[in-house]
């Protein structure tokens, strides 16, 4: 088998439960049958540049090579370029996207430098994925020291629409540095056919067959690779005695009769505000919810050095103060919020003993909480799902209650159609739904996305690229 070479941002450690981003989950858990070797940033900030080394971990098959990144690379690439400017605008945030030359020039020098790091330590036959915003162009920072391994990128994030894409300086140099990999992956259809449409409209591209685009001298597949999770792990430890004796403990609690869980990263996309708005309006609209129905609501500390994120974090903290302080009671606590990191085993055992999970992001590339809380369900008596139409998990995920965040009284509704579900219906859309987060696990994301990487290297070592233009 093929050595793997998997580049991102942050390489989570196997052996500490700190995982808590979406992509380190879903890589972690994919990693699970398979070895490789995992390349990023480690985590820490240096204040010298010649400080900056590499450091290899091995746990059995992974070994983990991460290096540090220089103040003023945290600065400008991390803060600056890919959280202020990248992340907004892929989740249509341009009023909160910030650009700057000092940004996009720290953003090329990091791709660069881990560019140039990574080169001397690969063989020819690696197979290379590089996921995720952070590392757009060092596909073609290896191709240019020399790189004729098949490269692949993965974007966990959404695409925008070209409109939406053409606000941001150097989107071509971006889009052109996409092109140079063998593969690019998204998670929904939707996104796959906004980076062909800007392509093809933008960059003279021309669709050869549903997923290959021919654009100047270069063939680039793009597909759908929708990322998933370790089900049978998740489920088993939601399932295991000491989440069991933690559901007792919530549900022991007297007055708490329902519990609507909100699992998210801090995060200005996942609608929280929205959410807690929504939650108000159940109590208002449906006053028999009153001392019933608790909303914990876990936010858990994220890119805490962005300003947009401090903003979030202030407004999510008035608003559950304010419905607690107008509808609480000495006896009931309306919203439980969480403002800190749970371990993954507490929050499977919340996740099964909460009657409805409310998933309500306002952009999200997929959503993995909406899959942990669905894997997470006792099948014979299920809670239920409520997700929003806006993360890429409801391109699939349809028998959830599927509503618009935008819109408290819709969000609202569904949460009184989900405390009064049947126990039948729950057991049928739970069926249905686990079908669907087993069938695209995180095994099957992963080999989804290395045979097709292999399949596109297979092209490329067949084809001469003067050969490329040749239509059928
Ligand atoms: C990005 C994309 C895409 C959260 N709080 C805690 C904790 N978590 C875990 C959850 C889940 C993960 O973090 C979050 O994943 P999401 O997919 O929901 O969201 P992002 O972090 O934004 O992930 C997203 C994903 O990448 C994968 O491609 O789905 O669209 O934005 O696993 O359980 N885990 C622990 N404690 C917490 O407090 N242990």
Redesign the pocket.
């Known amino acids: 088998m093929r050595r793997l070479v998997i580049v991102s941002n942050r390489v989570a450690n196997p052996a500490c439960?700190?995982?808590?981003?979406?992509?380190?989950?879903?890589v972690l858990d994919s990693l699970r049958k398979r070895g490789a070797m995992w390349f990023g940033w480690n985590g820490a900030i240096v204040t010298d540049e010649a400080e900056i080394d590499v450091a290899t971990a091995k746990f059995g098959d992974l070994t983990l090579m991460t290096m540090p990144l220089a103040e003023r690379d945290y600065r400008e690439y991390y803060l600056g370029f890919a959280n202020a400017a990248l992340w907004p605008v892929h989740h249509n945030r341009l009023d909160l996207a910030c650009f700057t030359q000092e940004n996009i020039e720290g953003y090329r020098r990091v791709n660069d430098r881990f560019a140039g790091t990574l080169m001397p330590l690969l063989a020819p036959s690696d197979l290379i994925w590089v996921h995720?915003y952070h590392f757009i162009p060092l596909g073609a920072g290896l191709r240019a020291r020399g790189a004729a391994n098949s490269i692949g990128f993965?974007l966990?994030?959404?695409f925008p629409t070209p409109d939406v894409l053409v606000a941001m300086p150097e989107h071509e140099w971006l889009i052109n540095s996409l092109c140079g990999y063998d593969l690019v992956g998204f998670?929904t259809k939707t996104d796959q056919a906004n980076f062909c449409r800007f392509v093809c409209d933008f960059m003279g591209g021309e669709m050869i067959s549903d997923e290959v685009i021919r654009v100047a001298d270069k063939l680039v597949s793009a597909s759908v690779f929708p990322?998933g999770?370790d089900v049978d792990a998740f489920a088993s430890i939601a399932k295991n005695p000491k989440a069991t004796k933690l559901i007792q403990r919530l549900r022991s609690v007297r007055e708490l009769r329902m519990n609507v869980i909100g699992?998210?990263?801090l995060?200005y996309?996942?609608g929280l505000p929205d959410r807690l708005r929504a939650f108000k309006r159940v109590i208002e609209l449906y006053p028999q919810n009153r001392r019933a129905v608790t909303l914990m609501q876990?936010a858990?500390p994220?890119r805490e050095d962005v300003r947009a994120y401090a903003d979030i974090r202030h407004e999510l903290e008035a608003l559950s103060g304010e419905i607690n302080g107008e509808f609480g009671d000495f006896d009931w606590t309306p919203v439980r919020y969480i403002h800190?990191?749970?371990?993954?085993d507490?929050?499977a055992a919340l996740y099964r003993g909460s009657h409805v999970g409310l998933?309500t992001?306002l952009r999200?590339?997929?959503?993995?909480?909406?899959k942990?809380y669905v894997a997470a369900q006792d099948e014979g008596n299920p809670g239920v799902l409520i997700l929003s139409r806006f993360?890429?998990?409801a391109e699939d995920l349809q028998e959830a209650l599927i509503v618009n965040p935008y819109d408290a009284d819709e969000v609202a509704h569904a949460m009184q159609i989900a405390i009064n579900m049947p126990l039948a219906e729950r057991i049928e859309r739970h069926g249905a739904l686990m079908a669907r987060v087993r069938q695209q696990d995180a095994c099957a994301w992963m080999e989804g996305f290395l045979d097709a990487l292999a399949d596109c290297g297979q092209r490329r070592a067949n084809m001469d690229p003067r050969s490329f233009c040749v239509r059928s």
Do not use: S, W
């Open positions: 439960d700190q995982a808590h981003g979406g992509l380190a989950v879903c995720d993965f966990h994030i959404p998670q990322v999770i699992v998210d990263r995060d996309t996942k876990i858990t994220t800190r990191r749970i371990a993954r507490t929050l998933v992001p999200d590339g997929m959503n993995l909480v909406a942990e993360a890429g998990a």
